[in-house]
């Protein structure tokens, strides 16, 4: 089994910034080789998709709601994936959750999410 913990959410003035960290344990063996991906969900909307990278970090893709100003990166040694947040807006305000799956269109694991609130 994989456990995802996602942390290094918070309150936020817009034009502020965050660092998102995810963080894999126990089996993880399980996820050599997936890709990682964020995914955020305001209140009375759907999730949606926010960014996503690959395993060895060559390939990433991001919502055009946050395309110059997320930056998705990883640290395989460390099972950790990381959403740099610059120039926050109070529409980023959400849950932000990471996720590990086969391809950036496939995810199986699922972490339980870190608030984002951005006042303004």
């Known amino acids: 089994q994989v456990q995802l913990a996602e942390s290094g959410g918070g309150l936020v003035q817009a034009g502020g910034s965050l660092r998102l960290s995810c963080v894999a344990s126990g089996r993880t063996s399980s996820i050599v080789g997936l890709s990682w991906g964020w995914f955020r969900q305001a209140p009375g909307k759907e999730r949606e998709f926010v960014s996503a990278?690959?395993?060895?970090?060559?390939?990433?893709q991001y919502a055009a709601s946050g395309k110059g100003r997320f930056t998705i990166s990883r640290d395989n040694a460390k099972n950790t994936v990381y959403l740099q947040m610059n120039s926050l807006k109070p529409e980023d305000t959400a849950v932000y959750s990471c996720?590990?799956?086969?391809?950036?269109?496939?995810?199986?694991?699922w972490g339980q999410g870190t608030q984002v609130t951005v006042s303004s």
């Open positions: 996720a590990a799956g086969s391809t950036f269109a496939t995810f199986k694991y």
């Open positions: 990278i690959d395993w060895r970090g060559a390939a990433t």
